[in-house]
């Protein structure tokens, strides 16, 4: 059987009607009301998606008609089978298929990426960086090296390839 991949999560109750908001991981959450969705184990159907503002998006949840249905919904993660994706353009990637790829800046590997952070205004590339002594950037306690998506200049062969790091966000 094909891997369940996060594609959201109920944040909220929308109205009075049964409609939720949710945080989406994917760029196009309509794209996937028609796929077959899961949460706490259970197979339920989007309807409705309509984009709200930013990443989030407000859908109707078929069998749920009131606010008080939907409110014990919330925090609730969204996932379909990945082999049910829509089919991306050459160079197009989902985030979770990049995440372990080297990080290569002016021919330099200098780590891997670990995961996306989502904020409203950007989204980050959390590395674990290779050599510990690195200093450049935003580098937490933990030492990890966060660069802002804007600096890629590509992705492919599981590479990476990032321009210097200059768009520097600070993450606590």
Same mark, same amino acid.
């Given at each position: ?6 594609? &959201?999560? =109920?944040? *909220? ?8 908001? !949710? ?24 309807? *409705? ?6 990443? #989030?998006? #407000?859908?109707? =949840? ?6 008080? $249905? ?29 995440? &372990? ?8 590997? !200098? ?9 409203? *205004?950007?989204?980050?590339?959390? #590395? ?10 935003? !580098? $937490?306690?933990? &030492? ?7 600096? =890629?200049?590509? #992705?492919?062969?599981? !590479? =990476? ?10 993450? *606590?």
């Amino acid at each position: 059987m094909t891997k369940l991949v996060k594609i &959201g999560t =109920i944040i *909220s109750a929308f109205g009075i009607k049964g409609q939720v908001k !949710i945080y989406s991981e994917v760029n196009d959450l309509d794209q996937f009301s028609k796929l077959t969705k899961f949460a706490n184990g259970d197979i339920f159907e989007l309807k *409705s998606c309509k984009k709200h503002k930013n990443d #989030i998006w #407000i859908s109707q =949840i078929e069998g749920f008609a009131s606010r008080n $249905d939907i409110e014990k919904l919330v925090k609730t993660e969204i996932f379909c089978y990945q082999s049910d994706f829509p089919k991306l353009k050459n160079n197009e990637f989902y985030e979770f298929e990049v995440i &372990g790829y080297d990080i290569v800046e002016n021919s330099v590997k !200098i780590g891997k990426l670990v995961e996306f952070l989502h904020f409203k *205004s950007t989204k980050m590339l959390k #590395i674990e960086l290779c050599d510990k002594n690195f200093s450049r950037g935003n !580098i $937490d306690k933990n &030492g990890f090296l966060f660069v802002d998506s804007r600096d =890629i200049i590509s #992705i492919k062969e599981g !590479i =990476i390839n990032i321009q210097n790091i200059k768009n520097i966000i600070t993450v *606590s």
